[in-house]
């Protein structure tokens, strides 16, 4: 039997046993969302990498398919991406079907190079290219192959890392099997660890009419705030060629996430609609392979939809979850105004508890030390989504999220700056709760913090809280998501 405790996710992706990490292969082809992912088919803890497979139509709704492509002759299938080949520029299709292409590193033999695979059959099995790799430049550190189709010059780009010089390659092709070398990025920003999992795309500019700008992305590890693995981005033009930042590249850097759980983001190709969607790895490598689940091991953090906003120290990204979660919700409970004195109140009475919930308040700090939200609170449990007056940040304390004690890196409060302001009248605050993970946004979207916590089933209390003076709640509306 297995040990009760911690429950599945009841709405974040989880492969229904064994090791996950990275999303690969994000791509929106005949209206399926296709999740490939980093997958030990074998056991709980990394290793014989492949990918796993998934196909989805409103992000929310996955139906588990056969690995898709599987570690062969030692070597491992890493993160990549795909492509659906509209036109047949490879001439992987078979009459009139498209292939859709993976470009994947195959890890092994002491290397790491860039390789195809294609399908005919909507992603269902996959034919390794014959000639692969299509990228050996003798490097043990050269990985995780971005490819996208660009407009402008009509061409196929690809952004890869040389994870332990900090830069990102971008190369460029006509058939996605012969690629030249377009320019380098990097170092800049944060350059701890390898840098892992680049990610290129434009993004709209909130509140501007038609307005874009080129997001580079690309993830750190270790060396994130908080410790261990995660992701900062640049803002800046993109020429087909190359990436030209808006910030100087010794600026301080930019984080994608203030929590510890957001790694290895990838955005879908060819995704209807006008914003970029990412999904996440739910995860951090500094724990990765210990955390209490089974049997399964690793999660996909909610989808999110990406934007930007124009500050007067340049554009940062704002991020909120995809729309679609929306079909999961139940019953509105909703709340009314009222002051919150120092200590904790307990929504239970009045409705507001759950495993898997989806939370939006307004506070008004008024006076107080700190104000917010406890979640699946229960026996000796509770996460802590609070706001700091004096220093202006939003933060995640997990430190009695239930078990706490499989790593020493786990424990722990996790704080971000919310932007000036955006606290000055009220604070919007949306969390999406769920059986091991809080992810929560503020003032829009400016700010987003995703933490993993493994609290007992039963703990599935919600209080508001204040300290050192008295704060107010405006207005709280829950629902409780179906899984
Ligand atoms: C990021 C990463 C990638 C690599 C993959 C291996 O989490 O280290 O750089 O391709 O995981 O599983």
């Given amino acids: 039997a297995e040990e009760p405790g911690p429950v599945r996710p009841l709405y974040h992706f989880t492969a229904e046993r064994n090791f996950i990490n990275d999303p690969n292969g994000l791509v929106v082809a005949d209206g399926e969302y296709h999740l490939f992912y980093q997958h030990n088919p074998e056991g709980d803890r990394w290793g014989h990498m492949s990918w796993g497979h998934a196909v989805s139509r409103d992000l929310v709704r996955w139906q588990h398919l056969p690995i898709a492509l599987r570690e062969s002759g030692g070597i491992m299938a890493f993160s990549g991406s795909a492509v659906l080949d509209s036109t047949n520029t490879s001439g992987f299709g078979r009459g009139a079907m498209p292939p859709m292409v993976a470009i994947f590193t195959g890890d092994g033999l002491g290397k790491q190079t860039q390789n195809l695979a294609?399908?005919?059959d909507r992603g269902r099995t996959w034919t390794m290219y014959a000639k692969n790799p299509v990228l050996d430049i003798g490097s043990k550190e050269f990985r995780d192959p971005k490819v996208f189709y660009h407009h402008g010059t009509g061409r196929w780009i690809m952004a890869t890392v040389l994870a332990d010089q900090h830069k990102v390659r971008l190369w460029g092709s006509k058939d996605l099997k012969s690629w030249e070398k377009l320019s380098d990025f990097g170092p800049a920003g944060a350059t701890g660890g390898v840098w892992e999992c680049p990610e290129l795309f434009s993004a709209r500019v909130e509140r501007a009419t038609r307005m874009w700008q080129w997001v580079?992305?690309?993830d750190v590890n270790p060396g994130a705030p908080n410790g261990g693995s995660g992701g900062q981005y640049f803002v800046g033009e993109f020429d087909g060629k190359e990436f030209r930042p808006e910030r100087k590249p010794d600026a301080p850097p930019l984080w994608i996430d203030g929590g510890k759980d957001f790694y290895a983001a990838q955005a879908?190709?060819?995704a209807p609609g006008e914003d970029p969607t990412w999904i996440g790895w739910m995860n951090n490598w500094q724990y990765a392979n210990d955390i209490p689940t089974s049997p399964w091991r690793g999660a996909m953090t909610a989808p999110r939809r990406v934007r930007l906003?124009?500050?007067?120290d340049g554009h940062r990204l704002v991020q909120l979850p995809a729309e679609s979660l929306r079909s999961l919700r139940g019953r509105e409970m909703k709340l009314g105004p009222r002051p919150i004195p120092p200590g904790d109140i307990p929504l239970g009475g009045e409705g507001v508890e759950g495993t898997a919930l989806e939370v939006a308040a307004a506070f008004r700090p008024g006076d107080c030390a700190t104000v917010g939200l406890k979640v699946r609170t229960g026996e000796g449990e509770e996460t802590v989504i609070g706001f700091d007056r004096k220093s202006g940040e939003l933060?995640?304390?997990r430190t009695r999220s239930g078990k706490v004690a499989f790593s020493r890196?786990?424990?722990?409060?996790?704080a971000a700056k919310l932007p000036a302001g955006a606290a000055d009248d009220v604070l919007f605050v949306y969390a999406l709760i769920d059986a091991t993970s809080v992810e929560v946004f503020a003032d829009g979207g400016a700010v987003a913090m995703t933490d993993q916590i493994f609290p007992r089933p039963d703990s599935r209390g919600v209080s508001l809280f204040a300290t050192g003076g008295t704060?107010?709640?405006?207005?709280?509306?829950?629902?409780?998501?179906r899984p």
Wanted: no cysteine; proline share 6%.
């Fill in 216 to 218: 580079l992305k690309v």
């Fill in 309 to 312: 906003r124009r500050t007067r």
């Fill in 395 to 397: 933060f995640v304390d």
């Fill in 118 to 120: 294609y399908s005919t």
């Fill in 471 to 481: 704060a107010r709640l405006e207005s709280l509306s829950a629902w409780p998501l």
């Fill in 409 to 414: 890196d786990f424990p722990g409060r996790h």
């Fill in 268 to 270: 879908w190709n060819d």
